[in-house]
T-cell receptor
Framework: TQLLEQSPQFLSIQEGENLTVYCNSSSVFSSLQWYRQEPGEGPVLLVTVVTGGEVKKLKRLTFQFGDARKDSSLHITAAQPGDTGLYLCAADEDMRFGAGTRLTVKP | EPEVTQTPSHQVTQMGQEVILRCVPISNHLYFYWYRQILGQKVEFLVSFYNNEISEKSEIFDDQFSVERPDGSNFTLKIRSTKLEDSAMYFC??????????????FGPGTRLLVL
């Protein structure tokens, strides 16, 4: 069973700032998903990364999969209050989620 | 856009009662999952289902739990005799259809279960 560690656990920033959150493991993944979850709702898929070194962009969000496929990062440029939420990573091997990074963007 | 739906959105039950949570996965998906999330805690995998049988289950998914695909559209999670600690948000997910990457899972909105 591989453990997905996400950092930071909490992040509170001002609107307009940039931020990066991380998802790390000692194991190799064949693919990794990033989700955003708002209180009382189900996780919503943001992206799936599959290839080592892959970079995917979704508007102001940039997702990177490490070359060794053991880690991933999510970078948000010019954060907005609508980005507030719990960001989760999940690996397909055993369908386990990280504990998430709870992001708050203050106007 | 196709989506996973779940009913009911909220369920309150007495300890020891049976509950059935219902899910309608995305229609062309082949893999189905149940997860739970206790308030304030991480999302936990319960079970995956493929080709009308359980393909994987976690240590949480004990004999009190069962899953079924009674027809071509519904996927259910039954808890036979609920315990207080079963109170959680239960999410259904599906994957493996069309052009999406097979393991990419799409989640329903969840059923909030409260056991009194």
């Amino acid at each position: 069973t591989q453990l997905l560690e996400q950092s930071p656990q909490f992040l509170s920033i001002q609107e307009g700032e940039n931020l990066t959150v991380y998802c790390n493991s000692s194991s190799v993944f064949s693919s990794l998903q990033w989700y955003r979850q708002e209180p009382g709702e189900g996780p919503v898929l943001l992206v799936t990364v599959v290839t080592g070194g892959e970079v995917k962009k979704l508007k102001r969000l940039t997702f990177q999969f490490g070359d060794a496929r053991k880690d991933s990062s999510l970078h948000i440029t010019a954060a907005q209050p609508g980005d507030t939420g719990l960001y989760l990573c999940a690996a397909d091997e055993d369908m386990r989620f990280g504990a998430g990074t709870r992001l708050t963007v203050k106007p | 856009e196709p989506e996973v739906t779940q009913t009911p959105s909220h369920q309150v039950t007495q300890m020891g009662q049976e509950v059935i949570l219902r899910c309608v996965p995305i229609s062309n998906h082949l893999y189905f999952y149940w997860y739970r999330q206790i308030l304030g805690q991480k999302v936990e995998f319960l079970v995956s289902f493929y080709n009308n049988e359980i393909s994987e289950k976690s240590e949480i998914f004990d004999d009190q739990f069962s899953v079924e695909r009674p027809d071509g559209s519904n996927f259910t999670l039954k808890i036979r005799s609920t315990k207080l600690e079963d109170s959680a948000m239960y999410f259904c997910a599906s994957s493996g259809g069309g052009e999406s990457y097979q393991e990419t899972q799409y989640f329903g909105p969840g059923t909030r279960l409260l056991v009194l």
